[in-house]
Antibody, heavy 123, light 110 residues
Framework: EVQLVESGGGLVQPGRSLRLSCAAS????????MHWVRQAPGKGLEWVSG????????GYADSVKGRFTISRDNAKNSLYLQMNSLRAEDTALYYC????????????????WGQGTMVTVSS | QSALTQPASVSGSPGQSITISCTGT?????????VSWYQQHPGKAPKLMIY???NRPSGVPDRFSGSKSGNTASLTISGLQAEDEADYYC??????????FGGGTKLTVL
């Protein structure tokens, strides 16, 4: 079964850090680009970051650039998001999503999604 | 990276057709044929319905179709069914090598 399972969310104080993980199974992980997409409570979807199959191309939304770092370990079929200097506005459900293609330049269509991990930034 | 513009809500009766618009700029929707559409039911993860403007992934009914003209993309659902009631989001690749989503449209089946 094709599956993405996120973990690592929780309650964190403003200014602190958190690392999210996404475990992939049921498909050849290193054949595809991967992304993080978040959704604040009651709000719409926001693309956060994406990484190509070989980590050669990485991109970030302006709202997280310089604070978040995406990475992947193809040997472990895992995607990560290191989140530093967290702010209240980062509070959201964070989804891991699989791209249709290996590259970041192109379709950027996400055909497999996890169930998300909730990050709450509050003092 | 301004969000793409979608109507907040649309509605239709069972069997009817509806269209949801998604307006961007020449730096995103108008510049690339990389527009996708997602369906999201409450409490669920989004589901890819359309990619590359008009392509349907396997398993998506042909009642769902996509198109684009200039800086505006559209999703049309024909033969509306009760289970189509959900939130719909468009997205586009951008000239900054990022992805931008629309604000979302709530579809109500009357």
């Amino acid at each position: 079964e094709v599956q993405l399972v996120e973990s690592g969310g929780g309650l964190v104080q403003p200014g602190r850090s958190l690392r999210l993980s996404c475990a992939a199974s049921g498909f050849t992980f290193d054949d595809y680009a991967m992304h993080w997409v978040r959704q604040a409570p009651g709000k719409g979807l926001e693309w956060v970051s994406g990484i190509s199959w070989n980590s050669g191309s990485i991109g970030y939304a302006d709202s997280v650039k310089g604070r978040f770092t995406i990475s992947r370990d193809n040997a472990k079929n895992s995607l990560y998001l290191q989140m530093n200097s967290l702010r209240a506005e980062d509070t959201a459900l964070y989804y891991c999503a699989k791209d249709l293609e290996p590259f970041r330049v192109g379709k950027n269509a996400f055909d497999i999604w996890g169930q998300g991990t909730m990050v709450t930034v509050s003092s | 990276q301004s969000a793409l513009t979608q109507p907040a809500s649309v509605s239709g009766s069972p069997g009817q057709s509806i269209t949801i618009s998604c307006t961007g700029t020449s730096s995103d929707v108008g510049g690339y044929n990389y527009v996708s559409w997602y369906q999201q039911h409450p409490g669920k993860a989004p589901k890819l319905m359309i990619y590359e403007v008009s392509n349907r992934p396997s398993g998506v009914p042909d009642r769902f179709s996509g198109s684009k003209s200039g800086n505006t993309a559209s999703l049309t659902i024909s033969g509306l069914q009760a289970e189509d009631e959900a939130d719909y989001y468009c997205s586009s690749y951008t000239s900054s090598s990022t992805v931008v989503f629309g604000g979302g449209t709530k579809l109500t089946v009357l």
